[in-house]
Every structure is written in C-alpha cells, then in structure tokens.
C-alpha cells in the first residue's frame, strides 16, 4: 500500500479502490496534507493528458469522480488541518435557450480538480437564477456557457440583472462557449473569456488576484 | 421515411420509457457500452488510412453501431427517460427508407440518391457557410452561394441580429429573425433565376418556434425544403428538438438530422466517433424520420473534422453506411483555417476527396472553426465540390484517395492547432456584386492546380 498505488488508481479513474486505499494510508499515518498534494499532482497530470487527447472524455471523468472518492475520505482530516485550500467559489451553468453542456462540464470537472468550489446550474439557466445562486453561494464568479450564437445575449442578461440589483462589483464574470470571444466579453462588459477548459484554473485564479 | 405510426411511438415512449438520472446516461450507459462494442467487434484506427478501405470493419461498424442504438436507446432530457428501439424497428424503418428523393421545385427539382463506395454519381452538393453573418451581408452572402454552379441544394447564413436587434434564442426576436433569413435566401434564388432551388432551412432557428414559424409555401420555408433536426451530446434528445421533427413530418417538408459525434469525447477516439456517426444516421430514421441525415463529427479541441482522426471516422462510417443500407447522408466540412487562405482549400478538398469516394453526399464547407462570424465563402465550398465531381467521374479508388489525403494532409496537419483565420467574407469577396475577389480567385486556381497534380482530374 503506497501513495504512488493511490495516484495510479486516480489516473486509472477507479473510484472504489481509491476510496479504500485513502482509508489505508490514513491508517497508517501518512499525512492527509502530503497526500492532497500528490492527489492533485496526478489530476494535473490527467487534466495535460486530456488537453492532448491522449485519452478521452470519460477516462478524465473517471478519474475526477476517483479524486472525489478519495478527497471525501480525506476530508475530516483536512479540516482538523486546517482544511483544503479553497481557490474560489464558482457558480457555473449554460444560458437560457441553450442546451449544450458538455463544455460546462469540462469546465466544472477541471475547476473542482484544481480546488475551486463549484455550484453546477445545469443547462437552459434563466439569467436571474445564476444572479440569485451566486448571492446564495456567495460566489467569487459567475461563469456561464453559450454554444449558440443566439443564445450569447443571454450571457448579456446576467450582467445587466447585475448592475439593476447594484451587484455588479461583487462579482466576477466570466464567459465562454465556443462562439464567444474576447470581443464578445468586452462588448458586454464581461470580466473574463474562458477560450478553453484546461486553461480555466489559471484564467481564475489570475482574475481574483487582479491580474 | 418512417413509418407514420412512428412519432407517436416514439412520443410515447418519452414519457413510459425507462427512467434514468441523465448525469448517469452518458458515463454510466453510452461510454461502456460503446467501449465494449468497440472490443467486441475488433474496431482499430490506423492513423497512416485517413481513407481505408477495410470492408469487413465497415460492416463491423455497422453492427456496432446497430448494438449501440439499441442497447442504449436515445436519452429524452425532459422526461429523463430513454426511448427504446428494438431491432425489428430498426429493420422495418430501414426496409421503408428510400434510396432516392427528389428535393427542389420546378426547373431546380434535383435526385438525392444513395451512393456506393467509389461510386461514379457525384454527390448530391449541399452548400453552406455554417456560420453568423453581419445582417447587411446576408442577402450578399445568400447570392454568392446560389450563383455557385455545383450546388444542389443551400443552407444559408445564420443571422445574429435582425433590423439591429439581437436575435435571443425563444424570444420574439427569433421569430423575426428567421422569417427575415427565409425571405432573404428565397429572395436571392429569385433574383438569380433558380427559384426552386432545394433550401435547408432555417439555421437561425435555435428553438422548435423559429422554425414552426417559416413554414409556409408561399413566403416561407416550402415543402419541397428540408429542416433540421438536431440531437444533444450524445444520443439525448428533448422536446424542443421532438417538436421539429413532428412538425416537419405534420407540415410534409423533408427532415435532416443533424449530428455530430465528438471526437475526445464521450465517443472517445476514432473508432467510437466512427460507430456513433453511423448510429445517429438509425437515430435519424428511427427517430426522427429523417429523409437524410447531415453528419459533422469533430474534435473536441479544434472543432473541426480536417485531421486524419476525423477523416478516418468519416471514410469508415461512411463505407459502413453505403454497404448495409440506401441510406442518404451528407459529409459536412469543418476546416480549421479561414477564407482565402491556402490551408482552407487543402483541408477542404481532402474532406471532400475522402467524402466522395466513401459514399457521401457532401456539405462544404463550415470555415475557421465554425467560431467566427463572416469568415466563410462560397469559393472553399466550390472547390470541395468540384473535387467531389472530378473523383466520383473519374472512378477515383481509395487506396488512390487515401495517397492523396496524406499529401495533403502532410500540408496542413501540423498547422491545425494554430490554423490561420484568413479573411472576413467582404475582405475575399465583392458584397455588392456576391462575386470573389481577384485575389481570391488567383488563390484558388493554384491550389487547384496544386490538387490537379496530385491526381484529381478536375472536369474543367
């Protein structure tokens, strides 16, 4: 029983064997802070997998439901540490009209892997429910997909719902899609364009510092 | 198409199928199932064949697919519940289904006929830019497209806005938005004298209430067009794309079905992109009673079918196609470089070239991604369809095919990532004329000549 055999069952995406496995090791003393950060190591690893298509969607998706397993394991103790570092909260959805979610959802597995907080809105998200949700989470962002381009004014929306409630401040808001652009968020106001999944925790990260 | 008895089965089942959470469909249903099938029947990728010529895989596919359809059934996201198909449907529907259609009016009334492998029918030539369009250009780009000799049939440009307002999909604007489209496309095939040419129509109806809204014979989308009627990522559906097909069937205009299999996604790789391409096509007729159906399988990180992954997925697929059914299905173009940029031509007539000699009716040619408002032309899609003519007429094999795929793709390839975004629409072509610009047309005469040498004997 090793650390490394836990990360191999990460990348392998075997979900019921991870969980054991943490258990394991915890048992056996090896620091819950020490495994974190291999765990997360090895999701990064899969995540570069993934953006070269060495392997494909649903391996990436097994592999982060295994680092749920284990990170749930892992959870009591982390907390009694001092907890996982959190890198920001996201309320994240497809717009209104728009049916298309598998960009989303990308996105919200590459985040959560990268210690963001993420709420899932699902699709065919009215504007104000992603205001009313961000309030509730007291979100950092805001993020929403649009794959069609008559579907983007709803990305709009949310920001004009913003500024008649005086929120807009309060929040990041980020865009994406494959038929948005930069010059789509500067148009609308918006405060980050997300051109794709991999570069999401970055992108993020990089806009609550200010950067 | 399908037998009529068949929406109200299908509606039916919507709501009595088997109920599923829908986050399970996808990774719990369809990825195993495909992952399975794809072992089962000994289906490999072999990335130096962008266009095999493997027979006994094509029908392997075939009956992979079969499995995959009714196996997993198609996911309506409404009622979470799955549609189920059994194979003496699946068998009745492809004994009903028609290998022949005639589509058009008048004068333009034109023969969609099911291909065989290396057939020497042309294609059935489909045009389209796929893409947005600056309102003021619509008519332009409309005209640009009809005056292309080759073409069989249009699907016009998606508008954006209309009279300066932003078209939101389900809104009012919408509506407006696509009677504006409709008009402006039969406007342009009036003004040019092919008045009853075949249209596909309307591509800026995202929602089912767009398209209910054209649909007339005299002003609007007429009966003798065909809609489109598209699927979710993967194998899901949902009653505002249930609503089409039943209207559609209701208002007695040809249906499409439009899908397109992710590669690197829930697909994964070539062989699973190639087993569900072919799948949606039974999901086309099953379902939707399709009289054709309208495939752009892409890679998930490009979004575009250029690369000898997608080729490969496309010559299969459509060899499994041709040789277990009559079946109508068009190969659709997506390229990763803009207009008038020699990589648009190459990656164009490699999809075509690969297309055409491997069944397909083609579809050229959606340009720059299919991302970027205004960056298409008529002339790409010219050139994939006078190469799909020069191969069909010339008997091309695809062993020959699959030599010159690799030449071209040796062109490009390696560009695909950072591909060129070329020129806007009005920047390669004369707007108020709808004609290409010298520039342009200098362009494409060379990379013609390029191709012409590699063993495409262009037919003028």
């Known amino acids: 029983m090793s650390l490394e055999k836990l990360c191999k069952l990460i990348e392998d995406g075997d979900a019921v064997e991870a969980k054991i496995v943490t258990g394991e090791l915890l048992n056996k003393g090896v620091d819950p802070l020490k495994m974190i950060d291999s765990l997360t190591k090895t999701m990064a690893h899969v995540g570069e997998l993934f953006a070269k298509l060495e392997i494909f969607l649903p391996e990436i998706m097994l592999s982060g439901e295994a680092l749920s397993a284990a990170v749930d394991v892992l959870a009591p103790y982390l907390d009694a540490t001092g907890g996982r570092e959190v890198k920001g909260k996201v309320v994240l959805g497809v717009v209104k009209g728009d049916l298309h979610e598998i960009g989303k959802n990308i996105v919200k597995l590459i985040l959560e892997t990268n210690g963001f907080i993420v709420k899932d809105l699902g699709y065919n998200v009215d504007p104000l429910i992603f205001v009313k949700e961000a309030e509730a989470m007291e979100a950092d962002f805001i993020a929403s997909s649009s794959l069609m381009t008559t579907t983007m004014p709803r990305q709009l929306e949310i920001i004009e719902i913003l500024k008649s409630k005086g929120i807009r401040d309060k929040y990041k808001v980020v865009i994406g899609g494959a038929p948005t652009s930069q010059m789509w968020a500067d148009k609308i106001g918006a405060d980050l364009y997300c051109y794709d999944a991999k570069s999401a925790p970055e992108l993020f990260s990089a806009a609550l510092a200010g950067k | ?460």
Request: hydrophobic share 35%; glycine share 8%; charged share 20%.
């Open chain 2, 1 to 460: 198409m399908a037998t009529p008895y068949r929406h109200w089965e299908i509606l039916e089942r919507s709501r009595t199928g088997k109920f599923l959470d829908e986050n399970d469909f996808l990774p719990k249903v369809f990825s195993p199932t495909l992952k399975k099938l794809i072992k089962k029947y000994d289906i490999k990728y072999d990335p130096k064949t962008p266009c095999p010529s493997d027979e006994g895989m094509a029908d392997r596919i075939w009956q992979a697919a079969w499995d995959l359809f009714r196996d997993v059934g198609y996911y309506n996201t409404d009622s979470h519940r799955i549609i189920e198909i059994a194979d003496a449907e699946i068998k009745e529907a492809l004994y009903m289904a028609q290998g022949q259609y005639t589509v058009g009016g008048g004068r333009e009334a034109r023969v969609m006929k099911h291909r065989s492998i290396e057939d020497t029918q042309p294609p059935f030539c489909i045009m389209s830019p796929d893409i947005t369009v600056d309102e003021k250009y619509h008519q332009s780009m409309c005209m640009a497209y009809l005056k292309e000799p080759l073409l069989d049939g249009l699907c016009g440009p998606i508008l954006e806005e209309t009279f300066g307002h932003l078209i939101e999909s389900g809104g009012p604007s919408e509506i407006s938005g696509c009677i504006q489209h409709i008009q402006n496309q039969k406007m342009a095939a009036r003004l040019l004298g092919r008045p009853g040419v075949f249209m596909v129509a309307v591509g800026t109806a995202e929602h089912d209430s767009g398209q209910i809204a054209v649909s007339n014979n005299e002003w609007g989308v007429q009966t003798t067009d065909a809609r489109l009627v598209g699927s979710l990522t993967e194998f899901k559906t949902a009653d505002t794309l249930l609503n089409r097909s039943l209207h559609y069937a209701q208002y007695g205009s040809f249906t499409g079905n439009l899908t397109g299999a992710i590669y690197g996604g829930w697909c994964g790789g070539s062989e699973g992109t190639a087993i569900t391409t072919v799948a949606y096509s039974l999901i086309g007729l099953v379902i939707h009673g399709a009289m054709f159906n309208q495939h752009f399988p892409f890679h998930l990180n490009y979004g575009s079918n250029t690369t000898r992954e997608l080729l490969w997925s496309i010559a299969m697929a459509g060899q499994a196609l041709s040789r277990n059914s009559k079946l109508l299905y068009t190969s659709n173009g997506f390229a990763n470089a803009g207009p008038m940029t020699e990589m648009l031509f190459r990656e164009t007539a490699a999809h075509a070239l690969v297309s055409t000699v491997t069944s397909w009716q083609l579809w050229e040619m959606a340009s720059t991604r299919n991302k970027y408002r205004n960056r298409a032309t008529p002339l790409e899609a010219r050139l994939g369809c006078e190469v799909g003519h020069a191969v069909a007429r010339q008997g091309m094999t695809r062993e020959q095919a699959n030599e010159i795929a690799n030449r071209l793709l040796a062109k490009y390839e390696n560009n695909a990532a950072d591909a060129p975004m070329g020129c806007e629409y009005h920047e390669c072509y004369n707007a108020a004329k709808a004609v290409p610009t010298v520039e342009h047309m200098d362009m494409f005469r060379r990379i013609k000549d390029e191709i012409a040498e590699m063993g495409v004997e262009f037919l003028y």
